[in-house]
């Protein structure tokens, strides 16, 4: 994240720009709080494409979707004066509010593309979100082999690029961030993950250098560790799951890039697997912190997803401008706390899973491993 700067270090480009968009901090859904959408007097068909400039938009009968696959009929919120309607499925409960952006499954956030519309008294979902979220979602989630699972964790910001500044105790997001690295790789070594570091001291890594990385150790999965900052505001807090926005989608999230909805990336390839690990990820942290969370956010500028040839997910474990959460960030317990909920989260569904996950004792000294990239062995951008 982004933040003040020792003396004179220059700040090299990371995922984040200086330019913030806040997003409120995810609260139990207000079903009286968006305005009425206006019906239709006609009946309408169960598709209606409508043309646009790029792509064809085609809205969906959300009750004929979810009957033609099995999962019976919507329920209604009669008490609601916004049309709200839940989906109860053998995975998890969906609710989706008519007009509306944010979606909670199973009670958490995340944002669809497409406000959902109501036509002719009944529901209907772009097409793009019915593939993209709903269908990850109420799908058997994906899960890791059982052995020989690589992953690469990156821990935000180093070197010169210190990320923000902690309110509490003047330390930097490159300290933070590393330290949670080094504890989750003891823990996932513990249980069976083959696990590399795109940096295990205080070095300055490209964001190109650190996919490239990923892509040299063939890793299963990428995550990139970061803590927030509100950049002056010392209200927001709460922890946050980001993966890439799918082709055609607009982004939650910006802040101040452009976003492209033709663009794709590589990382676009493993979009159903993105969302569900980033669920996964988001609802085990929660644990740590109660119901202080801000969701799922789709985005496109963070540089470290986009290129990606496997399931990538980044997580803001809480903000450092915020008293509370920086003196809490500060203390290497919760920390800890931090590394045993996404160990937890990804070794849920394995043979080492959830059940038999074995937290080991606190890393208080991590040593130093040897999977960061050696010095010299690519050039960094300028």
């Known amino acids: ?199 295990t001291n205080d070095r300055e890594i490209s964001l190109t250098n650190r996919v490239v990385f990923a892509e040299r150790h063939n890793a299963d999965f990428f995550l990139s560790l970061h803590f927030n900052s509100s950049g002056g505001s010392s209200d927001p807090s709460g922890l946050e799951a980001y993966c890439l926005t799918p082709t055609g989608m607009a982004s939650s999230v910006t802040r101040g890039y452009n976003d492209d909805l033709r663009q794709v990336f590589p990382n676009n390839a493993f979009d159903a697997e993105n969302l569900q690990y980033a669920v996964r990820l988001q609802r085990t942290l929660l644990e740590v912190n109660g119901t202080t969370g801000r969701g799922v956010r789709r985005a496109r500028y963070p540089a470290v997803l986009r290129g990606q040839n496997r399931p990538a997910v980044l997580l803001e474990g809480g903000y450092l401008s915020n008293p509370k959460e920086a003196r809490l960030i500060a203390d290497p317990a919760h920390r800890q706390k931090l590394a045993e909920a996404v160990a937890k989260a990804l070794t849920a569904g394995s043979e080492t899973g959830s059940q038999k996950f074995h937290s080991g004792s606190p890393l208080k000294n991590p040593a130093t491993p040897s999977s960061e990239l050696a010095p010299g062995e690519i050039k960094h951008e300028q």
Not at 108 to 124: K, S, T, Y
Not at 139 to 150: H, I, Y
Not at 174 to 185: I, N, V
């Open 1 to 199: 994240m982004t933040g003040q700067r020792p003396g004179n270090v220059k700040r090299v480009p990371d995922w984040k720009s200086t330019e913030t968009v806040e997003m409120p901090t995810v609260v139990p859904p207000d079903f009286t709080a968006a305005p009425p959408i206006a019906r239709s007097n006609a009946p309408a068909p169960d598709v209606i494409p409508v043309a646009t400039n790029h792509f064809p938009e085609i809205w969906v009968s959300f009750n004929r979707w979810s009957q033609s696959n099995g999962f019976g009929g919507l329920q209604r919120f009669s008490p609601a004066t916004t049309p709200t309607y839940s989906l109860n499925t053998p995975n998890g409960l969906l609710v989706i509010r008519v007009g509306s952006l944010a979606a909670y499954w199973d009670g958490l956030e995340f944002r669809l593309g497409f406000a959902p519309q109501l036509i002719d008294n009944r529901p209907f979902l772009h097409t793009l979100d019915l593939q993209k979220n709903i269908l990850p979602l109420v799908s058997d989630p994906t899960e890791f082999a059982g052995t020989n699972r690589v992953i690469v964790i990156d821990p935000g910001h180093g070197g010169e690029d210190a990320g923000t500044k902690s309110v509490f105790s003047n330390q930097y997001e490159k300290e933070f961030t590393l330290d949670w690295a080094r504890r989750l790789e003891r823990l996932l070594a513990t249980n069976g993950w083959q696990v590399f570091l795109t940096r």
